[in-house]
Nanobody, 124 residues
């Protein structure tokens, strides 16, 4: 069975940094795309970033470009999201997701598996 477990969420002040990670297990895919989405209170789930198997192709949501960096360690089946220059509007539950080969990486319905999410709260 597949499990995606996020960790590293917490409370940080605006302007600070935080890194979250997601470890996958039980996947039968040879290669796969990993991504981060987030959902803030009262808002729809939003694409944050994605990364392909080799790490050579990344995409970012417009609201996080230049501030967040996605990376992965395939030996650990883990994807990371380094978040810098955090803003209160970054406050959300952050979810990791896995897709075999999404046609459009930012579309959440392309993803086969999801983690439970980790809370990131950015205070003033």
């Amino acid at each position: 069975q597949v499990q995606l477990v996020e960790s590293g969420g917490g409370l940080v002040q605006a302007g600070g940094s935080l890194s979250v990670s997601c470890a996958a297990s039980g996947l039968t895919f040879s290669t796969y795309v990993m991504a981060w989405f987030r959902q803030a209170p009262g808002k729809e789930r939003e694409f944050v970033a994605s990364i392909n198997w080799s790490g050579g192709i990344t995409y970012y949501g417009s609201s996080v470009k230049g501030r967040f960096t996605i990376s992965r360690d395939n030996a650990k089946n883990t994807v990371y999201l380094q978040m810098n220059s955090l803003k209160p509007e970054d406050t959300a539950v952050y979810y990791c997701a896995v897709a075999r080969r999404p046609l459009i990486a930012s579309m959440q319905n392309e993803y086969n598996y999801w983690g439970q999410g980790t809370q990131v709260t950015v205070s003033l």
